[in-house]
């Protein structure tokens, strides 16, 4: 089955946000490597997209760690990987609300 890419409104602001934190703190070069990471996470999704972990069976909702301080939250959905979320891992957990 071919999926499409789908990022709700919360995962695009995270993202954005953790591009404009890189950019901000680090370098070009770390923002620029992060988002070729999650490009490269996003592809292998598309083709395979139970390879990650299910953090919340009842939900579907599988947890890719990007970095060691990321995970991305993702539902498989009948036609689409959706991106609900980016999570910085130093956060208390109680504060994932997806």
Same mark, same amino acid.
């Given at each position: ?16 946000? @953790? +591009?404009?934190? !890189? /950019? #901000? ?5 770390? %923002?620029? =490597? ?6 490269? @996470? +996003?592809?292998? !999704? /598309? #083709? ?5 972990? %299910?953090? =919340? ?21 009948? =036609? ?19």
């Amino acid at each position: 089955m071919k999926y499409k890419e789908r990022w709700s409104p919360r995962a695009s602001s995270d993202f954005d946000a @953790i +591009i404009s934190y !890189l /950019l #901000k703190e680090w370098t070009v070069k770390e %923002a620029l =490597n992060f988002i070729d990471k999650v490009e490269r @996470i +996003i592809a292998l !999704l /598309l #083709k395979s997209p139970k390879m990650f972990k %299910a953090s =919340n069976k009842k939900r579907q909702i599988r947890q890719c760690v990007l970095h060691p301080n990321v995970s991305m939250y993702y539902r498989i959905t009948e =036609n689409a990987i959706e991106i609900l979320a980016m999570f910085d891992n130093r956060q208390k957990p109680s504060k994932l609300k997806l």
